[in-house]
């Protein structure tokens, strides 16, 4: 009900503040024109509204600027034409019609949010009520949460474990960047250990959509000299391997890792599916229903990118996505004919080819440089 009356009370404060130098009394007789000293005259009780704060400064800026554009148009009229248009029965008549569609137009208003409206969700943030009350209670319990881990490392930027505990939920709530940064944190303030130092290698992957960084090498081979069986870590080897055009090395590492593997452990599939891509044998059959890679589908969208920038062109950002699409296929070659490609394509933009060079150089291209 409150909300009802404040809004009732902003509507009339508005009209009135519209209709009161309407209803004000002139002396029409000792005007030149009568359109010009009313603009003025609405001007000036702008001002006083705003004064008064009845008006907010945004609303009175755009309401004097509408009355001085009128203003503006009465003033550039004959003086005898503009006063035999406005007389005083003219005038009493426009104050008449002002006051009524000002009446209606707040009626109309409240009517048709009373039709479509929703007050209940005046409190609600938007989009929330797209949710089911569990999902949006279980947003707001993690958002809470990371608001209070976010704090406190803010005054504790050393607690290796803080960091380790928010970096997954970054990663859930797709900030990749703030994930690698907080796995970063975890690693640098706490001992060495596989699992962590595999988790920041596999979320500086995701920063690089799939690429295999120097970097995110290094971490995964500091992994297995710690554990050499950690096996996230013997996973994304093997896709290094690949990236750098040795698959029958990478065949190993997976095949290894398949044959340590107790057969129920979550990484088993995704390792099948690699040998799958690979084109090796595998010691028994996937299980009916798991999941299955397809390379052709995926080798079919490469090709369709290589297409369109082959005959329409692209931006640098364009390139070294089909270049990196091709390393992680392994297809090296076709990574550095792109990477050329790419440089006759945008030989007249300096900066796009520095992206084509850095991209090259990360993803080792040596034949490929300029």
Do not use: C
């Amino acid at each position: 009900m409150v909300i009802w009356i404040i809004l009732l009370a902003m509507t009339a404060a508005a009209v009135m503040a519209v209709l009161w130098p309407l209803s004000r009394q002139r002396n029409v007789g000792r005007q030149m024109d009568p359109d010009t000293l009313f603009y003025r005259e609405q001007i000036a009780e702008i001002e006083r509204d705003l004064g008064r704060g009845v008006l907010l400064a945004s609303e009175a800026e755009a309401a004097k600027a509408e009355a001085g554009r009128r203003l503006l148009r009465a003033m550039g009229l004959p003086g005898g034409e503009a006063f035999a248009a406005v007389g005083e029965p003219a005038l009493r008549r426009r104050r008449a019609a002002s006051t009524l569609v000002l009446s209606i137009i707040p009626l109309l208003a409240l009517a048709t949010y009373e039709i479509y409206g929703s007050p209940q969700l005046l409190s609600q943030p938007p989009g929330a009520r797209m949710q089911p009350p569990q999902q949006q209670a279980g947003n707001l319990d993690l958002l809470g949460a990371v608001a209070e881990i976010e704090a406190h490392l803010a005054k504790n930027p050393q607690d290796g474990r803080g960091w380790e505990v928010i970096a997954p939920v970054y990663l859930r709530m797709g900030r990749i960047d703030d994930a690698v940064k907080a796995y970063e944190a975890a690693v640098r303030y706490q001992s060495p250990d596989a699992v962590r130092l595999s988790n920041y290698g596999e979320a500086l992957v995701l920063a690089k959509d799939g690429l295999i960084s120097a970097e995110a090498q290094g971490a995964f081979e500091q992994a297995i000299k710690l554990d050499p069986s950690a096996p996230k870590a013997k996973f994304y080897l093997a896709r290094a391997a690949v990236q750098d055009g040795q698959g029958e090395k990478a065949r190993t590492i997976l095949q290894s890792l398949l044959a340590s593997s107790p057969a129920d452990a979550p990484w088993v599939d995704a390792v099948r599916q690699e040998l799958a891509a690979l084109g090796a044998p595998q010691p028994e059959a996937a299980p009916a229903g798991a999941p299955q890679v397809g390379p052709e589908a995926i080798a079919g969208m490469v090709a369709g990118l290589a297409s369109r920038l082959e005959t329409q062109g692209g931006s640098a950002e364009e390139w070294t996505r089909l270049m990196r699409s091709y390393a992680v296929l392994g297809q090296r070659d076709k990574a550095a004919d792109a990477a050329r490609r790419a440089r006759e394509a945008l030989a007249q933009d300096t900066e796009a080819l520095k992206t084509i060079d850095t991209m090259a150089q990360e993803l080792k291209l040596t034949d490929a440089q300029p």
